[in-house]
Structures are given as C-alpha cells and as structure tokens.
C-alpha cells in the first residue's frame, strides 16, 4: 500500500511568510541622531498577526477623522485608514525582558504632521516618540522627559501650541510644542482619572477623586497662582469663566459616575470636548476649587 501524499496548501504557508517580521531588541534611533546602543542584540523573527496580542492601552483618530492609531502593550503601535479599514503602517519599538517599550499612550497633533507615542523607558529621553505622519518609516524625534518609567498619557492643547504629557511616576510636563521644548512641570501624588483640555482654550483640567483643577498651560501654572494679566493672557475674562464652568460640570458628572458605579474604577472623561452653549457659571469658580497635592518647579 502506498503513502498518502499531502499536499500543502501554498496560500497559507506565503502568507505566513509574509508575516513574519523582525522586531529590534534597542531603542529605535530618532532620524540624524547618534544614539549609543545601550541594550543592542540580536534581531528577534516574531509572527505579525496584523492586530494585538496584548491589551491596546490607547486609541486616537486624527483630525480629520480619517485615521486611526492603537497603541499596546505589544510594543506596538498600529494605523488604520478608517475608511477603508486598511492597515496602513505597523510602528515597532524595541524589545527586552524588562518590559521597557510598551505604549502606553498615542496622539495625533491637531495639525495632523505628527504622532506622538509615549513608551515604557527609563532613559532620559526616548519615553515620547515623534513620528512625522508624512514618513512613518522611521522615528523623526525623541523628546526628554518622564525617565523613571515612562510616558503614560499625552494630550495637545486644541490649538496645538501645547503639550501635555503625564508619567507613569505621576510628574506632569507642560510643553512648547512649536519649539518642541518643556516649559514647566508638576508632580502629581494621586491617580487621575482625567487630564485634558475640554474646552477651546489652553486651559489645562485634571480631575482626580478629590476634584478638579485647572492650570494654564501658556504658563505651566495653576489659574488661582496667575495675575490678572496672566489669565487674560490665557482668555479674556468671560470666556475663561464659561471654560471654568464647561471643566466644573465636567468634574460633577465624573464624580457622580463614580458614586453610581462604585465597582467599575474611576470615571474617565474624553480628553477634548467642543464646546458647547454658554454657562452661567462665573470665574469665581477656580478659588474656591479644592487644593490638590502637588508641587511646581
């Protein structure tokens, strides 16, 4: 009797070859810059599914709302045409047995140039991620900032002159972002359920268990610490008063999700909201908001 001959089908085994990519063990390098190797090796053959093999830890659209990017704990950030539906560039950063790389957060600029990918990482710079949305292919910047782990939150001021990014250690960074450059920081003690900007100004709100508090991001400060100058710096005085109302309504409705759904963790809100019809609410608002624990420098 004769053995049977099995015949494997060819479609499968090219598309699993097809998938198949190398995944560095460094950091990846920013474009013109000579970086040491510090945790060179060996390039690692890993299977690419086209999706996650870990939990994605933050999503964003684009402006336009024709893309959408995912980052995981995969150590892998992926862009979709939305629609389409079309995988349009798989972004890798490095791997190690410590964790380091995993994305925990993703942003598009409101200009749509860059996306910005804030990573696992303890060195001194390399925890944001800049991409230039023209050329994926590679890493345009690494900015400073949040090396005693990592980036775990990112988000533009609505005009897109600023950045706020948040570490895993709770430090808060204020940024120049058209000079790409930290303009002030806060440590921060407490976990925050939201960190955004919900208004058309570049006003800053962080909402924790114990309140909500809302900072000038022009000036790296909290609202009650400005002159008068400073905050009509920010925004002329009745429209600063309908932010401060729009930021307080938006702490209400987070704490009163909390007291209905006291076993589902802390509430969080979307990071930018438009704005909606005016608000009675003056500007006597932020004095008599809760003092937070934290420290400027």
């Known amino acids: 009797m004769r053995t049977p001959i099995v015949a494997w089908p060819i479609l499968p085994v090219i598309a699993l070859v097809a998938s198949l990519a190398v995944f560095p063990t ?21 299977i690419d599914t086209q999706g996650f093999t870990s939990p994605v830890n933050s999503i964003d659209f684009s402006t336009r709302g024709d893309w959408l990017a995912a980052a995981g704990s995969d150590k892998v950030v992926r862009v979709w045409d939305v629609a389409t539906g079309r995988l349009l560039a798989t972004l890798r950063g490095y791997d190690d047995n410590a964790g380091n790389g995993q994305c925990y957060a993703v942003r598009f ?45 990112l988000v533009f001021s609505p005009d897109g002159k600023y950045l706020v990014s948040q570490g895993v250690d709770g430090n808060i960074l204020f940024w120049d972002w058209l000079a790409r450059k930290p303009i002030g920081q806060m440590a921060w003690t407490r976990n925050v359920a939201y960190l955004g900007f919900p208004t058309a100004t570049s006003m800053l709100v962080v909402y924790d268990a114990q309140g909500f508090y809302a900072f000038s991001s022009p000036h790296a400060r909290e609202l009650g610490q400005l002159t008068t100058l400073q905050q009509s710096e920010l925004a002329p005085p009745e429209a600063l008063g309908l932010a401060l109302a729009r930021a307080q309504s938006l702490g209400n409705s987070l704490a009163q999700i909390d007291t209905l759904f006291p076993d589902h963790g802390p509430a969080r809100g979307k990071r930018n909201c438009p ?3 005016p608000n009675a609410v003056g500007l006597a608002l932020f004095r008599t908001s809760n003092q937070g624990e934290r420290r400027h420098t």
């Open 26 to 46: 460094r950091p990846l390098q920013a474009r013109g810059e000579d970086r040491p190797a510090a945790r060179e090796g060996a390039p690692k053959l890993v």
């Open 109 to 153: 600029s409101p200009d749509g140039r860059s996306l910005l990918v804030g990573v696992k990482d303890f060195a001194t710079e390399g925890a944001i991620r800049v991409y230039d949305t023209a050329d994926l292919a590679e890493i345009r910047m690494l900015l400073p900032g949040h090396p005693n782990g990592g980036t775990s939150e």
């Open 275 to 277: 704005v909606d019809g």
